[in-house]
């Protein structure tokens, strides 16, 4: 993550009169940024002596300064073409899809494809997806690619399964359903073949700009060959390059180490599937679904434990960071007893200083949290999945039963354990919300899971770039890169899950720096200013 610096960011920059949140001094008010880098950070007496040397002084009228937002599992032109086109995740029942579908087709009669996103037959009275025949209807027999919340199945048209020579005979295609599988990938590969050049940099600019204006800093982008395409990957990582915006680290999710490498990835790692989603029914499980047709029902296994010793030796080896998707409890079995394996062979100080991941890791137990702390493996998590389909009667429930579903991401567990968190979003899965995402974590459905709004904060921050290895960024003291965010922000406080330990905490002699209150209800705080490594990427007009 080589980083060069423009003209304007030479230039030395001096903020004062908000808040600082800052580990270095929980009472700064100021700030002073040089060459990309944050060089001070002090009192609002203390930086009276720089005002005169530096290039330019920014009164933040009370703001509040963080450290800009990760989010480290995003799958960036799926996320632009869900802003910029068909959306389905508000539609509240079937019909209402399919108003949207029938308008968005009539609006765009020049596309080669549709492409849409979001439909969740779970939360519609009707409890079916959209049928081929109707989606024929609906679109005048073009070519629509339209995949379920999760993004691990899909519904298409005739039109686009006829581009896709075979595709009934892969495994994952059932007709009438949706595709699963390889079905799914390969019309998906399909899908966004036929998009052109300039409507995926169009989807990459729309999502990266959305990102900015959020105070989000990072992405990083969870592509592969099941999932996107090296047209794609690469496209994004030069826009990224030579655009301002967050910047991107590409994660390339194949067992080809070397692909991985020519692409520009830094590991060979993100989506590479050991499962699929508890929402299709593909999440791998050790015991069997509870609302399955197939009463034995225990999802898709992609991986074994063999395969991903495999990789992480030879990832390990290459020096790339290995990682898998995995989110059903025996997807998580395989891919622990896949990277002790390689422990065993290479030795377990260097799997620990490689800093494999796992993504979602959603159904965890006691002995997998364990060895996750053992292997050093960062969980990859995305909090939204439990605000989205968590609680006694949500999505999780109706799948595992309410028991099961109660143990589903343990985050306080894995913070116990001293497991490394880092926090995402899956976007489009979930929304780009880093706000949101935090107050999720902090704020779980299942009570015994929360954390504090500080340690979902730094797995949201600082999280995010000791995924990638990176120790020295991720929060605002002097040396670190000047990754930052400006908020219109409320009262800040110390905010744990419990009341007792809020109440005292707030008490500015705790010495603990404080963040908005992020209780449900409350307003998230809305980001002025976006700045990725000294050079402002986002400024809210009329602000």
């Given at each position: 993550m080589s980083e060069t610096l423009s003209d304007s960011e030479h230039r030395t920059i001096l903020l004062r009169g908000g808040e600082v949140h800052s580990?270095?001094?929980?009472?700064?008010?100021?700030?002073?940024?040089?060459?990309?880098?944050?060089?001070?950070?002090?009192?609002?007496?203390?930086?009276?002596?720089?005002?005169?040397?530096?290039?330019?002084?920014?009164?933040?009228?009370?703001?509040?300064?963080?450290?800009?937002?990760?989010?480290?599992?995003v799958h960036t032109t799926a996320t632009g073409l869900a802003l910029t086109g068909l959306d389905l995740s508000a539609a509240r029942s079937l019909a209402e899809a399919a108003e949207l579908i029938s308008s968005y087709a009539a609006a765009r009669p020049a596309d080669r494809i549709?492409?849409?996103?979001?439909?969740?037959?779970?939360?519609?009275?009707?409890?079916?997806a959209p049928r081929r025949d109707e989606l024929d209807e609906l679109t005048g027999g073009r070519?629509?690619?339209?995949?379920?919340?999760?993004?691990?199945?899909?519904?298409?048209?005739?039109?686009?399964?006829?581009?896709?020579?075979?595709v009934r005979d892969r495994t994952g295609f059932r007709d009438g359903e949706p595709l699963t599988g390889d079905a799914h990938h390969a019309v998906r590969?399909?899908?966004?073949?036929?998009?052109?050049?300039?409507?995926?940099?169009?989807?990459?600019?729309?999502?990266?700009?959305?990102?900015?204006?959020?105070?989000i800093g990072t992405l990083h982008e969870c592509g592969g060959p099941e999932i996107s395409s090296e047209d794609d990957f690469t496209g994004l990582l030069d826009l990224a390059r030579t655009e301002p915006g967050p910047r991107v680290v590409g994660y390339w999710a194949?067992?080809?180490?070397?692909?991985?490498?020519?692409?520009?990835?830094?590991?060979?790692?993100?989506?590479?599937?050991?499962?699929?989603?508890?929402?299709?029914?593909?999440?791998?499980?050790?015991?069997?679904?509870?609302?399955h047709a197939d009463g034995a029902?225990?999802?898709?296994?992609?991986?074994?434990?063999?395969?991903?010793?495999?990789?992480?030796?030879?990832?390990?080896?290459a020096g790339l960071q290995a990682g898998f998707?995995?989110?059903?409890?025996?997807?998580?079995?395989?891919?622990?007893?896949?990277?002790?394996?390689?422990?065993?062979?290479?030795?377990?100080?260097?799997?620990?200083?490689?800093?494999?991941?796992?993504?979602?890791?959603?159904?965890?137990?006691?002995?997998?949290?364990?060895?996750?702390?053992?292997?050093?493996?960062?969980?990859?998590?995305?909090?939204?999945?439990?605000?989205?389909?968590?609680?006694?009667d949500g999505m999780y429930a109706e799948r595992l039963g309410a028991e099961r579903a109660r143990t589903l991401n343990p985050y306080a567990a894995l913070l116990r354990a001293g497991v490394p968190l880092a926090f995402g979003s899956d976007s489009p899965v979930t929304p780009l919300d880093p706000w949101g995402t935090v107050r999720a974590a902090a704020f779980h459905r299942t009570p015994e899971h929360r954390i504090s709004v500080r340690a979902a904060f730094t797995a949201h921050t600082r999280g995010g770039w000791r995924a990638v290895g990176r120790d020295d960024a991720g929060t605002l003291v002097p040396g670190a890169p000047a990754d930052y965010a400006i908020w219109r922000a409320d009262e800040l406080v110390v905010q744990a899950p419990d009341d007792r330990v809020a109440r005292w905490s707030t008490d500015p002699r705790s010495g603990t720096p404080g963040l908005p209150d992020l209780t449900p209800g409350r307003e998230l705080p809305v980001c002025l200013r976006t700045v990725v490594f000294g050079q402002t990427v986002f400024d809210r007009p009329n602000e």
């Open positions: 580990p270095a001094d929980p009472f700064a008010t100021a700030m002073v940024v040089e060459r990309g880098h944050v060089a001070w950070v002090g009192s609002e007496g203390a930086a009276d002596a720089f005002a005169s040397g530096v290039d330019e002084v920014i009164d933040l009228e009370g703001a509040l300064v963080t450290p800009a937002f990760v989010d480290a599992h549709l492409i849409g996103h979001g439909w969740d037959a779970a939360r519609w009275p009707e409890r079916r070519p629509l690619y339209l995949t379920r919340i999760d993004v691990h199945s899909a519904v298409v048209t005739t039109a686009l399964l006829d581009l896709v020579p075979g590969a399909a899908a966004y073949a036929a998009l052109s050049p300039a409507q995926r940099t169009e989807a990459q600019r729309a999502a990266r700009a959305h990102a900015a204006s959020l105070g194949d067992l080809d180490i070397e692909r991985a490498r020519a692409l520009g990835a830094v590991g060979a790692a993100g989506d590479l599937f050991a499962d699929g989603s508890l929402g299709s029914h593909t999440a791998c499980l050790h015991e069997a679904y509870a609302d029902h225990r999802g898709v296994a992609h991986l074994d434990a063999a395969t991903v010793a495999a990789h992480v030796v030879a990832a390990t080896e998707h995995a989110i059903g409890d025996a997807a998580v079995t395989s891919v622990v007893d896949g990277v002790r394996a390689a422990a065993e062979k290479l030795g377990l100080a260097r799997i620990r200083a490689a800093r494999h991941r796992v993504e979602h890791a959603e159904m965890l137990t006691p002995e997998t949290i364990a060895a996750f702390a053992e292997l050093g493996l960062t969980a990859s998590v995305q909090p939204a999945f439990d605000a989205a389909w968590g609680g006694e």
